[in-house]
């Protein structure tokens, strides 16, 4: 009997390691300039790739399918089909590409919420005109002056795809309400007088944090403004912030468990460094991220300034915490807070659109505000001017741009009121008309007048 129960044994872990893996589901995710494909197994599995013309196939050895695969929509994406079939001793799944589009795959060990995954991302061939386009112009003996430019403003949301964020508990997943809040600030930041919006993410897609960085330089942002939504382990944590980059540390151990969980995305996306040069690249970035932290800081304190409007603030100076997708060297960058999702209510005021529009006109305020002082000089805002002229004043003269004396003062560094004629004043931007009101001949409705705002009010003592 003692025999019969030590072959048992030991012939339990041979048929442990025997059973099948199961393929739990294949999840695609399309994105503008790229396309994922996720492959949920019930543990590790062997695959082999091969790839012939347009066509990959993939053989999971030891595996079993007993669901359906997703339809695919050949209108988003480099997926153009989809299908399995079983094979000696496991599956093998066939992918129909977008001529010329690239791949490449890589294995992914369990990470909350998922468990063992084969990713397959695809990317789109390098086409001769892209690799041209690449290419440094040659310049002309005598080229024009450069027009007047747009200032361009990075709207991250947050996560996405595969990486839903946090979620309430109600079911809200960030990854969707910050994507709501953010295509409100792109709206604004659309109609704004010389600014531009570029969405770093505009779909249900996921980008690593890096990708999220790098697509704000390759635009050459002015700005970049990453969308969050707070979570904690106590619910009854609540209010917005406004994070800068901290190489030294986080401001305090709350911004400093945030940070990790954050920076945790590309975990559960997962990141292949199978690509020498983005490591490099990633490597150079950090080390010379020091240029831009005193606009970031400025930035911030005016964004959280108007989020003192919407509603409580959770800490109220700017805080700091080492996110990687605030390490662009050259592009001011910020990280909003905008509430926690993790408190019942303001999960609730978070799906509510009304709630999501002011939290984009807070940060809008912000941002205008800021570039209103701050405009780039070749920017279209930096070229607002006027010549005093005899009997001009500065209260008549931001009555005739529409803007506020206080403004006017900060914008052209003015101690007093006390303005010489052939002087030349920069207009700060504003919401209304860049061009000068006709005094003679003024609007049937005067301009609101300005609007002071109020203190930056202090959050009560807590944490987190």
């Not at 969707?176 to 969405?199: I, K, T």
């Not at 960085?213 to 390759?218: E, L, N, V, W, Y």
Request: glycine share 6%.
């Amino acid at each position: 009997m003692k025999i019969l129960s030590a072959l048992l044994l030991a012939m339990l872990p041979v048929a442990v390691a025997a059973a099948p893996v199961e393929i739990l589901g294949v999840r695609v995710w399309p994105a503008p300039d790229n396309t994922r494909i996720v492959v949920d197994l019930s543990a590790a599995a062997d695959y082999k790739f091969n790839r012939t013309g347009d066509q990959i196939q993939i053989d999971l050895a030891r595996t079993e399918l007993h669901r359906s695969l997703p339809a695919v929509d050949t209108k988003k994406g480099l997926l153009t089909g989809l299908q399995s079939q079983p094979v000696r001793n496991g599956v093998r799944l066939t992918l129909a590409l977008k001529p010329g589009a690239q791949a490449k795959s890589f294995v992914l060990k369990p990470n909350q919420p998922y468990g063992h995954r084969l990713v397959v991302d695809l990317f789109p061939a390098k086409t001769e005109a892209a690799e041209t386009a690449a290419k440094p112009a040659v310049a002309d003996k005598k080229p024009n002056p450069p027009a007047p430019r747009e200032i361009i403003i990075a709207i991250d949301a947050g996560h996405g795809g595969e990486d839903p964020g946090a979620q309430g508990r109600n079911g809200t997943r960030e990854k969707d309400v910050v994507l709501a809040v953010a295509r409100r600030l792109e709206a604004m930041v659309r109609e704004e007088e010389g600014m531009r919006p570029v969405m770093i993410r505009d779909g249900d897609y996921y980008l690593s944090l890096r990708q999220r960085m790098q697509k704000a330089r390759q635009h050459k942002a002015d700005l970049f403004i990453s969308i969050h939504a707070d979570a904690y382990l106590h619910p009854d944590a609540k209010g917005s912030s406004v994070y800068t980059l901290s190489e030294r540390g986080a401001s305090n151990e709350a911004a400093r468990w945030l940070a990790e969980s954050e920076n945790a995305s590309d975990l559960v996306g997962g990141v292949s460094l199978d690509d020498k040069d983005e490591l490099l690249a990633s490597v150079l970035l950090d080390l010379s991220q020091t240029a831009t932290s005193s606009a970031s800081m400025d930035i911030a304190s005016e964004v959280l300034d108007g989020l003192s409007d919407v509603g409580h603030l959770h800490k109220p100076q700017v805080q700091q915490a080492g996110f990687v997708v605030l390490k662009s060297p050259d592009v001011p960058s910020i990280l909003v807070e905008t509430a926690f999702i993790s408190n019942p209510k303001e999960e609730s005021n978070l799906r509510d659109p009304r709630f999501q529009q002011s939290l984009a006109q807070a940060m809008m305020s912000g941002v205008r505000s800021y570039f209103a002082r701050h405009a780039p000089p070749d920017s279209m805002l930096a070229l607002r001017e006027h010549v005093v002229n005899r009997g001009d004043t500065l209260t008549g003269i931001a009555r005739q741009y529409q803007i506020s004396p206080q403004d006017l003062r900060a914008t052209n560094n003015l101690t007093n009121d006390v303005l010489q004629a052939g002087a030349v004043l920069r207009i700060p931007a504003t919401e209304a008309a860049t061009a000068p009101v006709d005094t003679d001949n003024p609007p049937h409705k005067s301009p609101a007048a300005p609007q002071r705002k109020a203190p930056l009010r202090t959050a009560a003592a807590e944490t987190l």
